[in-house]
């Protein structure tokens, strides 16, 4: 394993907050509300890295006082209030604010209550007109209103199964929040997802209503979805209510309720008040080994988790706007919308990331007023390659922070963001995952910004890179490990009555320690860098995806004997993925062959699942019980040399693995 450059050997910072910055950072003031009233250290006047090191020190040492300080300091409602701030710190099983009841979407819609703020936008929807339309709080609130009672009437109850396969726009977002509304359980699923990928899903949680678009417009093109739906419908015998939303003006199909007569007649919300635990929504995970994990997250804890990250650490309030480019399929778009928790205004963009041009998502930040925009790695990646020059050719004077996940953000892409956006930019290069619907570590909005690395672990998160032996390490890679319990982990996987998947999922390495799968540093300066996954998840444009939902398209074909697909994570910041076929006998990779393997996964998966680059092979390496060897590979692809990459006596042919070990040198990347 790499050592990290020791950080005194490191430049000093691309970027500082200015002492005004600071002073104004609601982290700045909530750290004083905290050391007054709950005994958290006080700051350290002129040195903020150190005040913010001491007062996430106190956040997981005092984990109680520190979460019981966050619900207070952001005014959390409680329908009834709560026994202890933490019953159980076990992990899993951790039992957050116990008797507590609250509703989640109150929350969201509270800002809405202030007269002086009903006709203040609460959403902002663009698509790829680029033109916002704006949704104000008064009618989120009614419409949000309209919904909930129209799925009271509909029979859905707490606990009750609620999905969407739509695009961003602004129905998801109330549908979404109608649902949490009357206690149900949310999920959704992207249109550009082929019916397969979303039964794969849906199916797993049953729901009893689904929200439905006709199609959509991507690349200027528009994508009919009345088939699948057809399908979806007929697969999901679950579903007693199909609402259709007409985004292409096609008549609702027979059976469905159109959306317009759902939320026609806007009515005040009514929040059924549910416990702390209960669950809020379901997000999937790739599958890489299998159906995708059905991940459950509660309305308390995601509500707390997300009101301490948009409003701590990305500094949010009433005065934002907050646009991060995501699908309904990612677990950024919930994080999004949370943004209304804070009373931001959300920005809700459905359409290509990179349409007419490559600068549309600079356009969307200038025309919609953004201040914290939020996008990918490889989208700034690709602006950088293409030219584009967003500081002097938009007008972004009111952006003050650009965010990014997916993957790490290369050194290239801060220095490109420092000189084509703006030189006073806070560079937030953020890492957490689907499984806590949130960050481990990214923005701190009173730290400076070194080139390459995060700024810090997040409050409440006892974030640590450990060895193979479960030692922590600091200036050196180690293993992602959180040692103590957040609120938003799971609280269960959907049909895993035994918890046995949710354990081997986080702790079968470490047990009672979450092991997320992502290697990292800890410099000794406190900041974080991110190396990339520690297993084979694919992770493609911030999107994870996985493997074995490939391996069941492409093996359909039968040219195809077997298959192998690797994400491999470049140095510059790309990411490459190819798929490996091991052909029948008789069978030729022509042209034909070609264009049926990538039509195949586009039609039954998502564009985003099409390789890059498909490439013939003797063979798959497997282990000794018949699994295919994906990790190995993906090391060797990246440059370890073979005897690092694999225990020789554990695989099932050597000389296969040999193969792509001199693939690796012919692409460049093979071992010293």
Known sequence: MNTAAHPDHLPGPLWQPGADRIARAQLTRFHAWAAERHGAPAALPGDPAASYAALHRWSVEELETFWQSVAEWFEVRFGTPYDTVLADPAMPGARWFPGATLNYAEHALRAGEDPARADDPALLHVDETHEPRPVTWAELRARVGAAAAALRRLGVRPGDRVSGY????????????????????????????????????????????????????????????????????????????????????????????????????????????????????????????????????????????????LGLHSDLGPEDRFFWYTSTGWMMWNFLVSGLLVGATVVLYDGSPGHPDTAAQWRIAERTGTTLYGTSAAYVMACRKA??????????????????????????????????????????????????????????????????????????????????????????????????????MPVRFWNDPDGSRYRDSYFEMFPGVWRHGDWITLTSRGTVVIHGRSDSTLNRQGVRMGSADIYEAVERLPEIRESLVIGVEQPDGGYWMPLFVHLAPGATLDDELLARIKSTIRAELSPRHVPDEVIEVPGVPHTLTGKRIEVPVKRLLQGTALDKAVNPGSVDDLELLRYYERLARTKGVAAD
């Open 387 to 488: 030219g584009v020059h967003p500081g002097r050719d938009f007008d972004l004077s009111r952006v003050k922070c650009v965010a990014t996940t997916g993957s790490p953000l290369p050194p290239d892409g801060f220095r490109w963001i420092h000189d084509e956006v703006a030189e006073d930019m806070w560079i937030a290069s953020v890492s957490g995952g689907t499984d806590v619907c949130s960050c481990f570590a990214g923005a701190v909005p009173t730290l400076p910004v070194h080139i390459g690395e995060l700024q810090a672990p997040g409050l409440g998160t006892d974030l640590q890179a450990w060895d193979p032996q479960g030692r922590p390490v600091t200036d050196e890679v180690g293993e992602l490990v959180v040692t103590r319990p957040m609120p938003s």
């Open 166 to 309: 739509l695009p961003n726009i602004p129905q998801a977002a109330i549908a979404f929040l109608a649902t949490a509304a009357v206690g149900g359980v949310w999920t959704s699923c992207a249109p550009d997802f082929g019916a397969r990928s979303v039964l794969d899903r849906f199916q797993q949680v049953e729901p009893v209503v689904l929200f439905t678009v006709d199609g959509y417009s991507y690349g200027g093109k528009t994508h009919d979805r009345t088939e699948t739906v057809a399908e979806l419908r007929r697969e999901l015998p679950t579903v007693r209510a199909v609402v259709h939303i007409p985004l292409l003006g096609t008549p609702a199909p027979e059976g469905a309720l159109a959306w317009d007569d759902l939320v026609r007649e806007g009515t005040e919300p009514v929040f059924e008040q549910v416990p702390f635990d209960h669950p809020l929504w379901v997000l999937y995970s790739s599958g890489t080994t299998g159906l995708p994990k059905a991940i459950v997250q509660s309305q308390g804890g995601i509500l707390l988790e997300h009101l301490k990250q």
